[in-house]
């Protein structure tokens, strides 16, 4: 039996890595084989794009066309193998990163999409919304040295509505993300745990009873 691709979106400040690892710890102690993995990953390819994200001069359509170079690998090298074994595996970021900020930082969406049409969708993608406001401001105390070239407020708002457009197009499940850990969490688990439900890995009258 395959196992499941559930990835974890939002915007910088959204809590999404937090989330996605909490998400994990639960689903192991359900007893579900799963793991975690995120993007950009830490490969050549990965290594390259965060160092792009700190200059404020890269060129957005190169780094849209290496995000989807490094997924490429990812995917094959990485969450197919595992989906293949029976995997769950919890992306910390996945496709639709690139077409919110790729998409809005190079002004073609389309373009973007069409450099990632090879992506298979997830099984489920997961949104945590909070606003620009909210997600800089959680980001208020990083690292000059962690800050990426994303952290602007015009930006994060242009990045936030093509989320929230694929939210409305059933691309995404929206979680409010302005909440306690614990409330976003609790919605995330109980996303999750229908498609697990329903792929049969995970029995719906044991979960959350371990």
Known sequence: MNGLL?????????????????????????????????????????????????????DHRLDALLFAADRLEHYHGCIEPRIRKGQVVVSDRYVYSSIAYQGALTGDVDWVWAINKWAPAPDVAIYVDVSPEVGLARLS??????????????????????????????????????????????????????????????????????
């Open 141 to 210: 105390n990083r690292k000059i040295s962690e800050k990426t070239k994303y952290e602007r407020m015009e930006t994060l708002s242009r990045v936030r509505e093509l989320y929230l457009k694929m939210c409305r197009e059933g691309l995404l499940i929206i979680v409010d993300g302005e909440r306690t850990v614990e409330e976003v969490q609790g919605d995330i688990r109980r996303i999750a745990m229908d498609a697990l439900v329903r792929a049969g890995l995970l029995e719906a009258d044991t979960a959350g009873r371990r």
């Open 6 to 58: 559930i990835a974890i979106e939002g915007i910088d400040g959204a809590g999404k890595t937090t989330q996605a690892r909490r998400l994990i710890r639960w689903l192991k102690s359900e007893g579900v084989n799963a793991c975690y993995t995120s993007e950009p990953t830490n490969s050549v390819l990965g290594r390259l794009i965060k160092k792009r994200l700190r200059s404020k001069d890269s």
